[in-house]
């Protein structure tokens, strides 16, 4: 598994490039950065915050849309995304003695 700060170097870098994504690619980078959002909030016990979230939203819509992102659309969601799994492994590394969540692995869906 990747650690979060490879992915979020993951996420950067993808945003900057993001002319160079597949369609595919595209989708399983938003899906992999909502998974692990959703799943820092639930190690830091606090679920609600994926509804709260804007980013999370973001990433939801984006990814429930079949066909095609424009690259302008697709860069501020990776890079929204990158920061705030960024404030999610700050607030774990914080609170102590809690494992971060692991970059997801899975495909987008």
């Known amino acids: ?12 870098r993808a945003a900057q490039d993001v002319a160079t994504l597949s369609e595919g690619e595209k989708l399983r980078l938003r899906g992999r ?9 639930r190690v830091l016990g ?14 939801i819509q ?13 860069k501020p969601i990776l890079l929204e995304a990158a920061k705030v799994i960024r404030e ?3 607030a774990i590394a914080a609170k ?11 495909k987008g869906r």
């Open 62 to 74: 984006a990814g429930g849309m079949p066909v095609h992102l424009y690259d302008d659309e697709m």
């Open 33 to 41: 950065a909502y998974v692990t959002i959703r799943e820092g909030w």
């Open 46 to 59: 606090e679920p609600a915050r994926l509804e709260e979230s804007a980013e999370a939203m973001d990433l």
């Open 88 to 90: 999610i492994e700050a």
């Open 1 to 12: 598994m990747k650690s979060i700060a490879v992915f979020v170097v993951e996420l950067t």
């Open 96 to 106: 102590g003695g809690v494992e971060p969540p692991a970059a997801s692995t899975t």
